[in-house]
Antibody
Framework: EVHLVESGGGLVQPGGSLRLSCAASGFTFSSYAMSWVRQAPGKGLELVSSISHSDAGTYYADSVKGRFTISRDNSKNTVFLQLNSLRGDDTAVYYC?????????WGRGTLVSVS | QSALTQPPSASGSPGQSVTISCTGTSSDVGGYNRVSWYQQHPGKAPKLMIYEVSKRPSGVPDRFSGSKSGNTASLTVSGLQAEDEADYYCTSYAGSNNLAVFGGGTKLTVL
């Protein structure tokens, strides 16, 4: 069974930083692109960033380009999202998901609050 | 403003069918057969219900079906059940520069 567990969220001041992690199990992690999708309170879903299975290619939404960095460690079945220069509109639940444009499996999410 | 347009709400009685639309452009929905649909219950993570326009992942009831015509994709839920009450989001591949765009979501109410 596929299992994705996010961690690293919390309350941070504007301008601060956080590092989110997503630990994966139950599938061949190194064969899958991975993504971070966020959902602001009461709002819809937004693709924040994606990384190819081999770490060869990355994607960032315009809203986070230059501030967020995605990476992965295939030896540890983990994908990361470094969040820098955080702003109030980054407040959201951040979900880790398999895939890059269709998302087959999702974690439960981790809440990032910027205030 | 979301890249894909969905109606904010839809409703139907138990046993009825309801269709939710998702309208994009030739650069996303109309240009690729890579539309997917997600169900999200309150406080829960989204769940993939339909991928590549009309394919169902294992375990998704065949009451859920997807289709596409031009720049508009649709999700149909037949034989509505109380447990189908949730938010539904569509997404489409939009090329290497935009990757994936989401709809704003549709709240489905089972009357």
């Amino acid at each position: 069974e596929v299992h994705l567990v996010e961690s690293g969220g919390g309350l941070v001041q504007p301008g601060g930083s956080l590092r989110l992690s997503c630990a994966a199990s139950g599938f061949t992690f190194s064969s899958y692109a991975m993504s971070w999708v966020r959902q602001a309170p009461g709002k819809g879903l937004e693709l924040v960033s994606s990384i190819s299975h081999s770490d060869a290619g990355t994607y960032y939404a315009d809203s986070v380009k230059g501030r967020f960095t995605i990476s992965r460690d295939n030896s540890k079945n983990t994908v990361f999202l470094q969040l820098n220069s955080l702003r109030g509109d980054d407040t959201a639940v951040y979900y880790c998901a398999t895939g890059s444009y269709q998302f087959g499996n999702w974690g439960r999410g981790t809440l990032v609050s910027v205030s | 403003q979301s890249a894909l347009t969905q109606p904010p709400s839809a409703s139907g009685s138990p046993g009825q069918s309801v269709t939710i639309s998702c309208t994009g452009t030739s650069s996303d929905v109309g240009g690729y057969n890579r539309v997917s649909w997600y169900q999200q219950h309150p406080g829960k993570a989204p769940k993939l219900m339909i991928y590549e326009v009309s394919k169902r992942p294992s375990g998704v009831p065949d009451r859920f079906s997807g289709s596409k015509s031009g720049n508009t994709a649709s999700l149909t839920v037949s034989g509505l059940q109380a447990e189908d009450e949730a938010d539904y989001y569509c997404t489409s591949y939009a090329g290497s520069n935009n990757l994936a765009v989401f709809g704003g979501g549709t709240k489905l109410t089972v009357l």
